[in-house]
């Protein structure tokens, strides 16, 4: 009688862990078909804009990643493969030219200065590809009041558009940051003496000598170089970085305890913040193919933890390691912009407090969510079948970053 029953357990054993197995495959194959969709899917456009001025010109080079330029021009892409290769580059030219002259403006005098395309070519940022477009424009003199817009995507309240500014100008360096309403950069150009052995200038037929001289000093107008800007950059960095906080979400979906949730939460943020900072100052460099690729695995393996492991301790170490590996994934967007090292400090610090400020919020959100969950009677169901759901689109960003 009990090797009965010993038997029937066994078999139900085994029925149960076939029905997650076609569970699992079930929600694999339609995150499979899902596929392209994904790959192809762009909630976060990002453009970089180098400013470099002196007195015989004025360079601005404006690098937009291709998948915007797809958006933006669909028909540019003539084979519809999401890819924007050389040769439709070439053909299409003229039309791109079109698009970024009038999408980007530089003012002078509340006047529109017309630059002259000089250069245009594909380029590739960590794993992306960038047509990076060379504008010249007119040099600026003291007294003028220069005005940088940014267009792109105004009208399109439903795009994370962001363009990050470094400027040379007048061999001072400056960033600002350019995202939602905030289209505008503003710099005047200022009059300032210079003391005598500053820039002073010889008069040959006297031999006197002009004790004072004058010269252009940059003044920033615009609020969007403040600390505030690159603490909203943080905040739009990890709401459209899907991949992170569904990371976050496996690690919070089994149930713990206060304490775990909290040396969780805490060795994720000090993990991703010391790689965070080493990368940005160049002091870490890893393949983003392999970055990617790792905080792919990374929402797998912490899924299946929740599936298959009986008990959940010490979890904040491996939340410790992986966390290591996000914080790449989270300097790659500073990293291009190469802010100067006397200016990083607060960039950085006000970039890493906008992530942690979303993050904390959506901790405090779900945390209450979830301790409603556990006293249902169908959690564990719940917990189980939404973790095949995480490794299954873990997988398939996986596989993307790995072969595509």
């Known amino acids: 009688m009990f090797s009965s029953l010993s038997t029937i357990r066994h078999i139900g054993s085994f029925f149960d862990r076939r029905r997650q197995f076609c569970s699992f495959l079930a929600i694999f194959f339609i995150a499979f078909i899902s596929f392209p969709v994904l790959a192809n899917a762009h909630a976060y456009s990002a453009s970089y804009t180098k400013i470099t001025m002196d007195d015989k010109k004025t360079e601005l080079v404006f690098t937009l990643d ?23 580059l070439k053909k299409d030219r003229h039309h791109i030219e079109e698009l970024i002259t009038e999408g980007l403006t530089l003012d002078k005098n509340n006047k529109e200065v017309t630059p002259k395309v000089e250069n245009m070519k594909l380029v590739k940022k960590e794993n992306k590809e960038f047509v990076s477009t060379t504008l010249i424009f007119p040099a600026f003199s003291p007294g003028d009041t220069i005005v940088y817009n940014d267009g792109f995507y105004f009208n399109d309240t439903g795009a994370n558009y962001v363009d990050l500014i470094s400027a040379d100008l007048m061999g001072q360096t400056s960033e600002a940051v350019i995202q939602g309403k905030e289209r505008t950069w503003t710099i005047l150009l200022t009059e300032v003496q210079q003391e005598q052995g500053q820039g002073q200038t010889t008069q040959p037929d006297t031999g006197t000598v002009q004790d004072q001289a004058k010269a252009a000093k940059p003044v920033e107008k615009s609020a969007t170089s403040t600390w505030f800007s690159f603490f909203k950059l943080g905040t739009l960095h990890i709401l459209t970085g899907y991949d992170h ?11 713990q305890t206060f304490k775990q949730y909290a040396a969780i939460v805490t060795s994720f ?40 492991r009986k008990e959940i301790r ?45 993050q904390l919020s959506l901790v405090l959100l779900l945390l209450p969510l979830l301790s409603f969950m556990f006293k249902l009677k169908s959690s564990r169901k719940i917990v189980i079948y939404g973790s095949y759901a995480i490794v299954a689109m873990g997988a398939i960003w996986l596989i993307q970053r790995l072969f595509f």
């Open 66 to 88: 291709t998948l915007s330029l797809i958006e933006l021009l669909p028909d540019i892409d003539s084979n519809k493969n999401w890819v924007l290769e050389k040769s439709e």
């Open 314 to 358: 010490h979890r904040w170490t491996i939340t410790f390691l992986f966390g290591l590996i996000h914080g790449l994934g989270f300097a790659s967007i500073l990293r291009e912009m190469s802010i100067p090292k006397s200016h990083l400090a607060v960039a950085l610090l006000n970039f890493n407090l906008g992530i942690e400020a979303v």
């Open 269 to 308: 943020t000090i993990a991703h913040s010391i790689t965070l900072s080493l990368a940005v100052l160049g002091w870490i460099t890893l393949p983003s193919r392999f970055v990617e690729a790792v905080i792919a695995f990374s929402i797998c393996y912490v899924a299946a933890e929740n599936i298959f």
């Open 245 to 255: 906080l569904l990371f976050l979400f496996a690690l919070l979906l089994r149930k």
